[in-house]
């Protein structure tokens, strides 16, 4: 995560300490984010211990986050899918120059377009109009609006988040071992300035993150061996968030 600042260059005061996260903190707010994703928290132990490890590809197989992320991102950045002035141009089904078909096949020779498309309608990424055309409404969908989408990537979010942090404690502290890792953090933020802080962040977040999608998509296609490129491949995920807690201090 970005920030203006290392974290390990800030010293934690002694004012601090009164809004320092204990264990049962931790635990407890892991606990209750397991039960709003209608997960069992009261037997988390129990599951844990009995995991079964061939499932757990189980989130990151699933074609929502990159299918549906790799079509809109082609269609907001390939020149044959975007006008003059940046924007991506609507499209129909078929075509022999650019078409919702050939972005699908792109993205995911395996998967039905029409099928595609509706799972596509259904997260309001994109609208048909009455000719026909296809009109992509943004480069990313809202995941929260649908259940089961928000529960997978929440819990992948939760899942890589924790490998970093872990990553970053086991490993040394050089900046060539480490991975990413920034917090900006303020204590004395009067909660009437979160509203604008969201709109700025929206704003410079979203332009940050689709600047990181464009360089990692210019990096993957210079492999140009498929076989090469899955032995040394990673899946790479870069996020931003923001936490608000009305209660500390």
């Not at 203006?4 to 049962?24: F, H, L, N």
Request: hydrophobic residues 35%; charged residues 25%.
């Amino acid at each position: 995560m970005p920030s203006k600042a290392k974290q390990s260059d800030r010293q934690i005061s002694p004012m601090r300490q009164s809004g320092e996260v204990s264990t049962d903190d931790l635990i407890r707010e892991l606990l209750n984010l397991f039960d709003c994703l209608g997960l069992d928290p009261g037997q988390l132990v129990r599951r844990v211990s009995k995991v079964n490890r061939a499932k757990r590809n189980l989130i990151r197989n699933y074609p929502h986050a990159s299918v549906i992320g790799d079509l809109l991102t082609i269609w907001n950045q390939d020149s044959n899918y975007v006008d003059g002035s940046g924007d991506p141009m609507p499209i129909r089904m078929k075509g022999r120059v650019r078409s919702f078909k050939h972005l699908a096949q792109r993205c995911a020779p395996s998967m039905n377009e029409n099928q595609l498309l509706l799972e596509l309608k259904r997260l309001r990424a994109v609208r048909i109009d009455r000719a026909g055309f296809i009109h992509a409404l943004g480069r990313t969908i809202p995941v929260y609006e649908d259940k089961r989408l928000a529960a997978l990537h929440t819990l992948g979010t939760l899942h890589g988040f924790i490998r970093t942090l872990r990553h970053n404690l086991s490993s040394e502290t050089s900046n060539s071992n480490q991975l990413f890792h920034r917090i900006a953090w303020s204590r004395h933020l009067n909660t009437r300035d979160v509203p604008r802080l969201k709109i700025w962040l929206k704003r410079h977040g979203q332009h940050f993150l689709e600047s990181a999608d464009n360089w990692m998509i210019r990096n993957a296609r210079k492999s140009t061996s498929t076989q090469k490129r899955r032995k040394n491949s990673a899946q790479i995920s870069i996020g931003l968030y923001l936490a608000v807690d009305k209660t500390s201090g």
